[in-house]
């Protein structure tokens, strides 16, 4: 009976054992199991908040940034006017006056020598710069801070943009191609001494469309064009209906500017002095001297030059020259 109770007890001992065992494993499974399940959505929890915060830490540290970046250093206006230069100097193709005859250069000036009692303390000088057409041509020109008169190509194909720079500026002039003797390189829409009467007054009614603040143009080449008093008639009566003026770049000797300009009871206007010809700054250095010298024996003078980099050079160069003996102006106040 004793070893009975005492199996009995044993089996009962090892069934509790047994449930024990599995007990602990259960709850040891369990227990995995959370862990597993709570790294996995820790890590799900902290990717998704990391990603919705990290754009706010950007933010933050650009709040983090100082309000004022601190001011550039000073540039001078000889090293900006280089860097705009930099890529033009490369690309500008300048379409010259075709002038062949060096004695165009310097126009014996038709007026006569004003006597030195008579003379203005400030005689007048205006600087023409043809063959604007491009915004690095604009920003070199405007960053000489001096008063030049721009005088722009219409648009073309090689330059669309000329006349949207031109509206930009308060005042300017518009460079108008006119028929060569000899092209050195011939711009699209040139006036030309076969064209009629209807043909230039179309020509300039586009021109005044273009640049609708236009009250003086100045031949581009025309050795050909200006020479022929038929094709001048035709041109002022153009330039009468719109208000223009007309001012000669002289590219001839021919030119018939002065008679015409008598007909109409127009004063004649033209070009003195040529300023690059030659395009080494110490020839255009020069030629700006000399186009003072013209200015202060008749009272004003008109120079003409191009956007070519030693000419800008030569003008930054001869500015304390220019204020000292003349007064820099724009054509209109001439």
Do not use: C
């Not at 705009?84 to 193709?93: A, G, I, Q, R």
């Not at 064209?195 to 273009?210: M, P």
């Not at 050795?223 to 022929?228: A, I, V």
């Not at 002065?258 to 030659?278: C, E, I, M």
């Amino acid at each position: 009976m004793a070893a009975k109770k005492k199996k009995r007890t044993s089996k009962k001992k090892k069934s509790r054992q047994s449930s024990n065992i599995l007990l602990y494993t259960a709850w040891g499974l369990g227990l995995v199991a959370l862990v597993l399940v709570s790294l996995v959505a820790g890590y799900y929890l902290g990717f998704s908040t990391a990603k919705e915060k990290a754009p706010k830490v950007a933010h933050s540290k650009e709040k983090e940034l100082p309000k004022h970046t601190p001011k550039e250093p000073k540039v001078s206006v000889h090293k900006r006017l280089q860097e705009v230069l930099k890529k033009e100097s490369k690309t500008y193709d300048s379409a010259a006056h075709e002038i062949t005859n060096e004695a165009l250069v310097n126009i014996k000036t038709q007026r006569e020598v004003t006597p030195p009692l008579l003379r203005s303390k400030r005689p007048k000088l205006v600087i023409i710069i043809d063959d604007v057409s491009t915004r690095s041509q604009v920003k070199a020109i405007k960053a000489l801070h001096m008063p030049l008169t721009m005088s722009f190509l219409p648009p073309s194909k090689a330059r669309p943009n000329s006349a949207k720079l031109a509206a930009k500026e308060p005042f300017y002039m518009v460079h108008l191609p006119m028929e060569a003797m000899h092209f050195n390189k011939e711009e699209p829409y040139t006036l030309r001494v076969s064209d009629s009467q209807q043909d230039i007054l179309r020509r300039v009614a586009a021109i005044k469309e273009l640049f609708p603040k236009v009250a003086y143009i100045n031949n581009h080449t025309g050795s050909k064009f200006t020479s022929n008093e038929i094709a001048m008639n035709r041109l002022f009566v153009a330039f009468e209906k719109y208000g223009i003026h007309f001012i000669d770049s002289r590219t001839t000797a021919q030119t018939k500017a002065p008679t015409v300009s008598h007909n109409f009871g127009l004063k004649y206007v033209a070009r003195d002095v040529f300023l690059d010809h030659h395009q080494d700054k110490a020839y255009v250095l020069g030629q700006i001297k000399q186009a003072i010298k013209v200015a202060k024996a008749h009272g004003s003078a008109i120079a003409i030059g191009h956007p070519h980099k030693n000419t800008l050079e030569a003008l930054r160069e001869s500015k304390a020259l220019l204020n000292k003996e003349v007064e820099l102006v724009l054509i209109k106040d001439l």
